[in-house]
């Protein structure tokens, strides 16, 4: 019994890594893939929780290796996730879940066809600037990077099975939650997880 993938994508400053983490922290069952990426930790990140901050001659390495199951170079920085920790643990019938670009959904989507795509507005791009205004941590001009970034990234909307709209992060939350338990009660996966039950009923 294989596990389910899940990708978790949005345009920087909606939400997406605060979503993930309390997703992870009500969800025991699912288990998440840390990316690589050569870009320099941010205050409080950690190497190997946030991310696998690596130099960009060993990213690249990895790369040539076919060693990622996607990468995408992202406002000058270029990240990955690796392929052989994903494809171990959906073999041993772990749900996992991807942060990841549109760039890298797409990738992953080619390999893994039954990939459920999650995708997190903003409720407008005012609300966007301001809240990457407020995060304090890029100057004006990423800034204007990333919104023009994130207009981009919105016209992939269409690609994913899911939105999500965050303008009130426990309902946000309770959206997500949501959309992993769906998920989890479709007919094939019942009874696949549940083989026995069904035999003894059908």
């Not at 992939?156 to 992993?180: G, K, M, P, T, W």
Request: with cysteine; proline share 2%; hydrophobic share 45%.
């Amino acid at each position: 019994m294989t596990g389910h993938l899940f990708i978790v994508s949005a345009p920087s400053g909606a939400g997406k890594t605060t979503l993930v983490r309390l997703l992870l922290e009500n969800d025991a069952a699912l288990g998440v893939s840390v990316s690589h990426c050569t870009r320099a930790p941010r205050t409080g990140e950690q190497d190997g929780r946030e991310y696998h901050f690596v130099a960009v001659g060993e990213f690249l390495d990895q790369v040539a290796a076919g060693g990622f199951l996607e990468w995408a170079e992202v406002h000058g920085n270029y990240y990955g996730t690796a392929r052989s920790v994903v494809e171990a643990a959906l073999l041993a019938g772990q749900d996992m879940l991807l942060e990841i670009d549109w760039q890298g959904a797409q990738q992953v989507r080619k390999l893994f066809p039954a990939a459920i795509g999650i995708f997190i507005l903003p409720p407008s791009l005012t609300e966007l600037e301001r809240r990457l205004r407020a995060r304090a941590t890029d100057g004006a001009e990423t800034i204007t990077r990333r919104l023009a970034a994130a207009r981009e990234e919105l016209r992939h909307v269409a690609e994913f099975d899911y939105v999500i709209i965050n303008e009130d992060l426990q309902r946000a939350l309770h959206d997500l939650l949501a959309v992993i338990s769906a998920a989890r009660l479709r007919y094939a996966t019942q009874r696949q997880r549940h083989s026995t039950l069904f035999a003894s009923m059908l």
